[in-house]
């Protein structure tokens, strides 16, 4: 994967937040994060707009990670978004969410998830999980992506 490009997590949870970059640096990424507690900050960050608009120090993401229960704008809100975003919607989206409904993954892949993944139940489940991504990741053709959307 392309270090220097971050990865954004939307995820209101800071203790799921935390588990995951560990998780995500046990299994070998090594790109800077950008947390954002909700979709709305994720847009924000996407768009550029302020705090973000120096993309010298926020540098455009390469892969979206995402809940899906956030308060003020959820997950499915934030693949809508992204779907609705020419620019962004090439930005490979992987839903982590403990969701195990159905009718939730169904909805996630329709608004153009790239990936949906449950949350394991351990640390170690969720590094196999993640260095199973990352080996897919790096034999995919990736595109470019603009600057903001």
């Keep these: 994967m392309d270090e220097e490009f971050p990865i954004l997590i939307a995820e209101d949870d800071e203790n799921d937040a935390y ?3 560990r ?10 994060f950008h ?3 909700d979709g709305a900050d994720a847009v924000r960050y996407l ?16 892969i ?5 229960k956030m308060p003020n ?3 499915f809100e934030l693949l809508e978004w992204l779907k609705e975003h020419g620019d962004c919607n090439v930005i490979p989206c992987l ?20 990936s949906y993944l449950m949350k394991p139940p ?17 034999m995919c053709q990736k595109p470019q992506v603009p600057a903001k959307c």
Excluded: C
């Excluded at 768009?47 to 390469?62: I, N, Q």
């Excluded at 979206?64 to 899906?68: A, E």
């Excluded at 640390?123 to 790096?138: G, K, P």
């Design 19 to 21: 588990i995951l970059q």
């Design 23 to 32: 998780g995500l640096r046990a299994a070998g990424f090594h790109n800077p």
């Design 35 to 37: 947390i954002s507690p």
């Design 47 to 62: 768009k550029g707009e302020a705090p973000y608009a120096d993309r010298g120090k926020h540098r455009f993401p390469r």
């Design 64 to 68: 979206i990670i995402t809940d899906l």
């Design 73 to 75: 704008m959820d997950g």
């Design 95 to 114: 839903v982590l969410s403990s969701s195990q409904q159905p009718r939730d993954v169904q909805r996630a892949y329709r608004l153009g998830a790239n």
């Design 122 to 138: 351990t640390f170690e489940e969720l590094v196999e999980h993640l260095q199973l991504v990352l080996r897919y990741w790096t």
